[in-house]
């Protein structure tokens, strides 16, 4: 009797549970993580499949954690009671299903591939108006400029890390999900799980962290800045006769001009380029944008997001690399917005028609919460200030802006 | 040392090339607005006629005509609304 009990106890997860504790704060996480996506509603759509991912990665013997493969693209595992290891970069999917399990699978065949994340990409891209940046064309300038962050940690990364590694983790300053998983896949994919949760997590703290850098950074009087009566003081004398035709043009020629300047930022930039023209189309591409922006976006989301949670095992999440991913990636976005607000008073310095800081602190590309959040500022200081349009422009050129950097860093250190 | 040196290089690079990458999506948007005005300026639609101004109110047949416009891409155009 004592020995079938034996059996049972060592046919669940208690006993390996019990001899290594970490899997609880693997639990503890993953609580905590759909504690924020489902009551908090911080960024629902992904963190709750990634929260699930790292839950359901987590319970010995059940194999749905994904394997990482060393820089020789080796997995070690168990089969047939015998420790192997295979390039998992020349194993069959087929085998990789049987060996690895499922979730091995998806990641190896979707994410590793490197297929889902520009597939997002379309999906944003179906989602994005150009029209407010077409409007306020001078304020993209800012997405450039809120890309400060990226480099800047990739600068004191560099003291830590490898600079491949490095490069993954300052790519979280650009707040933007699929950016920062399509360059950790190419630099460093070790270090996908916890850049991937770093990433998303801040991208859904934007409303925290925004108006503390604007506190440390800005005065009331800058913030007071009404775009309204700027434009009436200086109005803008751009004409727009067609903005349908412009709409449907412009994807095309941004694809057209970056694929020509950054070749390696194509696959982001191309693809959600390629999602806008869809939508900019109307009716005879109706059919397609709704694909891109509903069904292809929703199945690739549920994946991405279940098998980058699975990255997340107590082996490769558990140790200082993480930790210092979690702080690097709060430094990267903080001045990411720095950068932003920082170009934004360098040129008021120089123009008689002036800008609100928070359209420069709406650089990151994390559209359109960043925005959102900018334009509550400002109606806290004045009520009649309603900078959203404005913040748009510099929101959108953001998405461009982070997918051009992580261009550079894949071209540079790939 | 080696890695700050070139980390510093790609802060430059990759600085300059985002700069450098947004300044021509702007003058590209300049230059697309300027042609797409010359070329292809918005022909002026006829305003849509209400089959009775009684029966349709004017705004209302705008907001269908509008509606019709977006879903068939312009192709479509509305001549007569009857209320059933």
Redesign the interface.
């Known amino acids: 009797m004592e020995n079938v009990f034996e059996k049972i106890y060592q046919m669940t997860a208690f006993s390996d549970i019990i001899a290594d504790p970490r899997f609880l704060i693997m639990y503890a996480l993953a609580f905590l993580l759909l504690y924020l996506g489902i009551k908090k509603e911080f960024e629902p759509l992904l963190l709750v499949p990634i929260a699930f991912g790292v839950l359901i990665a987590n319970f010995p013997g059940g194999g749905m954690g994904v394997l990482g493969a060393d820089g020789d693209g080796l997995v070690h595992y168990m089969k047939d009671g015998v420790m192997v290891a295979k390039n998992v970069y020349e194993m069959p999917l087929p085998e990789i299903a049987h060996d690895l399990g499922l979730m091995n699978y998806i990641y190896y065949a979707l994410i590793k591939s490197g297929l889902l994340p520009p597939i997002i990409f379309m999906g944003v891209g179906a989602l994005t108006d150009f029209g407010p940046?077409?409007r306020n064309?001078?304020l993209?300038?800012f997405?450039?400029g809120a890309?400060?962050g990226?480099?800047?940690v990739?600068?004191v990364a560099?003291?830590f890390f490898t600079?491949q590694e490095?490069g993954s983790l300052a790519i979280i300053g650009g707040a933007d999900g699929p950016t920062a998983i399509f360059t950790t896949l190419k630099l460093a994919p070790h270090l996908l799980g916890p850049i991937a949760i770093a990433a998303y997590s801040y991208m859904a703290l934007v409303p925290v962290i925004i108006p503390l850098v604007v506190k440390l950074t800005c005065r009331k009087k800058e913030l007071m800045i009404n775009m309204k009566e700027q434009d009436k003081l200086y109005p803008n004398k751009?004409?727009?006769?067609?903005m349908?035709?412009?709409k449907i043009?412009?994807p095309i020629?941004?694809t057209t001009?970056?694929a020509i300047?950054?070749p390696d930022a194509v696959a982001l930039v191309g693809m959600l380029m390629f999602g806008n023209l869809l939508k900019e189309?109307?009716?005879?591409t109706s059919r397609l944008f709704d694909a891109a922006s509903n069904g292809i976006m929703n199945a690739a989301t549920i994946f991405l997001g279940l098998s980058v949670g699975a990255t997340m095992t107590v082996e490769a999440f558990l140790n200082w690399t993480t930790i210092g991913i979690v702080a690097g990636g709060f430094l990267a976005f903080g001045f990411s917005i720095f950068g932003g607000i920082m170009l934004v008073k360098i040129m008021n310095l120089f123009t008689k028609k002036k800008i609100n800081p928070l359209v420069g602190a709406t650089g990151l590309s994390a559209v359109p919460m960043a925005s959102r959040v900018a334009n509550d500022i400002a109606l806290k200081y004045d009520p009649k200030n309603h900078v959203l349009n404005y913040c748009m422009s510099s929101n959108v050129?953001g998405v461009?802006?982070s997918a051009?950097?992580a261009g550079?860093?894949i071209s540079?250190?790939g | 040392m080696g890695n700050f040196i070139y980390a510093l290089e790609l802060m430059g690079i990759g600085m300059g090339t985002v700069f450098v990458v947004l300044i021509l999506v702007i003058e590209l948007g300049k230059a697309l607005i300027a042609i797409v005005n010359k070329i292809a300026p918005e022909e002026e639609k006829p305003q849509p006629k209400a089959a009775t101004p009684a029966a349709v109110m004017p705004n209302v047949a705008q907001a269908i005509a509008q509606a019709v416009n977006v879903i068939t891409g312009g192709k479509g155009k509305v001549d007569k609304i009857e209320k059933q």
């Open positions: 940046m077409l064309l001078k993209a300038i997405g450039a890309q400060f990226i480099f800047a990739l600068l560099s003291q600079m490095a751009q004409e727009f006769k067609n349908r035709v412009l043009v412009f020629a941004v001009i970056v300047i950054v189309i109307g009716a005879n050129a461009i802006g051009v950097a550079i860093l540079f250190l």
